[in-house]
């Protein structure tokens, strides 16, 4: 449903997207995971064509969206951040005014959402708190019945009440065969929503899998901080142990029980020793640097 | 339609105004012929420039029709109607930009030459109005002060008048099409077309700027039934020209 190969981006000399390769089903929750400026956003809009891709290949929904970006966006649902709202519009208004280009544009489905969410249909946009804009965006972007969702970070600024909806609207429509593709932050969101997971870091994918696959390997994963810089062949080595890192930070994927690992990191000068856990958070952790993790934050 | 009642949302009052400053300006130019016209020697002394001495040569040789046109197509239209093509026309791209909303649109399934034909003809629809209407409301107004305008030669004027601010709307699109900021792009129309009237109030110069192309000097034989053809298709084939390159660089851009 939605493919893209070797998508490349860069403004003004400085790289944004470097090469990204995906491949989204239909049907599927897929989420794209990143600190600020990793380019997801970019991606999104490479996919509708509001930005034009330097170099690779993209299709949505069966439509190249290199060379036909128009048909690709009467096939998708996008919403965008929420300062591209029109502030001076009505919350019912814009919605309508989002839905009129629409093929299968659905006002009636997108007033019913409106309520759903508790957004006041009346109220001008401007005057909405960022949870509500964000909640008008996804209303607008389900009320176009399109097949395809491209949702730049459908959670953000969402309360734990309005957000257990939001993912619930959102699986409804995975389930009736909506794909939905999703750039987000809230990582707590994203492990409850998505089936899988793309992790970008300056506009490179680091890691990509089904979300429960990725959290068995962080399973089996510690993280091992050193006192001092050790070379990769001074670490220990044990069948099927794999040593990921450099210098005084590293990660040790293992097989078995985690009782049987210890003895063998005793000679090492150890700083810290931590599992990886087995959330979707401490994997970001471990995928980005202490930097894109205070960005994030 | 829905992209009509968006970009007026946003214009449609201040048209308004500009019809009004241009009905106001005009109503009150006419009422104070009869004391233009008694005082017209005096007038010219008084007039620091020769291209200023030379517009009321042009009254004292067409007459009433001269005075009018000056007022409404030469003053009016190159004052009020160059704030109005400022305006609108560089808010067609600019104004997503710089209010960021322009993802939100360009994401819709519209293409861009749309948006961009379809907000300048909403634009020119907007300029040309008040054009046309203020013009058929001097020619109403003008027995008033006992004089006579046919319509044919009013109309063609502002027909004239009217390609002349396309040109300029179709500039404005242009140098929208590619700004982050509504403000830059008008203040850069307004600097150009300043610049032009500063260089045409010179004495030798005035004859190489865009205001000589409306000024009495075609303007006055309009009334005789002589169209300045080859200036208006001058106009008409800059405005397709500036649209082209538009359309081009708003196809070309990021947002």
């Known amino acids: 449903m939605l493919r893209t190969v070797g998508l490349a981006k860069g403004f003004a000399g400085r790289s944004v997207l470097r090469g990204v390769d995906l491949e989204v089903a239909s049907g599927e929750v897929f989420g794209f995971i990143g600190p600020n400026g990793a380019g997801k956003s970019t991606f999104l809009k490479c996919l509708v064509g509001v930005v034009r891709p330097d170099a690779g290949e993209a299709e949505v929904a069966g439509v190249d969206a290199i060379r036909r970006p128009l ?36 006002r009636r489905r997108g007033r019913a959402l409106l309520a759903e969410l508790g957004v006041p249909a009346g109220r001008r946009v401007g005057r909405l708190s960022h949870g509500m804009k964000r909640k008008l965006l996804i209303a607008q972007a389900l009320a176009c019945r399109a097949p395809v969702l491209l949702l730049d970070e459908p959670l953000a600024g969402l309360d734990p009440e309005a957000r257990r909806t939001v993912v619930g609207l959102l699986r409804r429509e995975a389930e009736a065969g909506t794909t939905v593709f999703l750039s987000s932050h809230d990582l ?27 959290l068995a390997g962080a399973e089996r994963t510690l993280i091992v901080e050193l006192r001092v810089d050790l070379p990769r062949h001074r670490l220990p080595r044990r069948p099927g142990w794999e040593w990921i890192g450099a210098g005084r930070r590293w990660r ?13 990191l005793a000679e090492l000068p150890l700083a810290a020793l931590r599992p990886l856990g087995a959330g979707l958070e ?16 | ?51 200023l001495r030379e517009l009321v040569a042009g009254i004292e040789r067409f007459g009433y029709w001269a005075y ?16 109005a093509v400022a305006l609108f026309g560089s808010g067609v791209v600019a104004r997503e930009a710089d209010q960021k909303t322009a993802e939100f649109l360009l994401s819709r399934p519209v293409s861009r030459t749309r948006i961009l034909l379809v907000r300048f003809a909403t634009a020119a629809v907007l300029v040309l109005a008040p054009v046309f209407l203020t013009s058929l409301g001097g020619m109403w107004l003008s027995p008033v002060v006992g004089e006579r305008l046919a319509p044919g030669p009013v109309l063609a004027a502002a ?61 006055g034989p309009i009334q005789a039934g002589r169209f300045p053809w080859r200036e208006a298709a001058g106009f008409a084939a800059a405005t397709i020209g500036f649209l082209l390159l538009a359309i081009r660089r708003f196809a070309r851009r990021d947002f």
């Open chain 1, 252 to 264: 040790l994927r293992y097989p078995g029980p985690l009782e049987r690992v210890l003895p063998g």
């Open chain 2, 1 to 51: 339609m829905s992209l009509v009642r968006q970009y007026l949302r946003d214009t449609l009052w201040v048209a308004v105004g500009y019809f009004v400053l241009m009905a106001v300006a005009l109503a009150a130019a006419i009422l104070y012929w009869p004391d233009f016209r008694d005082n017209l020697p005096s007038i010219v002394k008084l007039l620091p420039f020769d291209a």
């Open chain 1, 282 to 297: 401490e994997l970001f952790e471990d995928l980005y640097g202490p930097e894109d993790r205070k960005e994030q934050a």
């Open chain 2, 159 to 219: 027909a004239y008048l009217g390609l002349f601010l396309l040109m300029q709307l179709a500039f404005c699109v242009w140098l929208s099409a590619g700004s982050e900021h509504q403000l830059r792009a008008g203040v850069i129309l307004i600097g150009i077309m300043l610049f032009q009237f500063a260089l045409y109030l010179v004495k030798g110069v005035g004859d190489w700027t865009l205001y000589a192309l409306v000024d009495p000097s075609r303007l």
């Open chain 1, 71 to 106: 048909e690709v966006r009467r096939r998708v649902g996008y919403a965008p951040g929420e300062t591209a709202l029109y502030h001076r519009m009505r919350a019912g208004e814009h919605l309508n005014f989002a839905v009129s280009f629409h093929p299968d544009g659905d």
């Open chain 1, 188 to 214: 707590a969101g994203a492990e409850r929503l998505c089936d899988r997971v793309a992790f970008l870091r300056a506009g490179r994918i680091l890691a990509a899998g089904p979300v429960a696959e990725l």
């Open chain 2, 68 to 83: 009018f046109a000056i007022q409404q197509d030469f003053k009016g239209c190159s004052l009020f109607g160059l704030a």
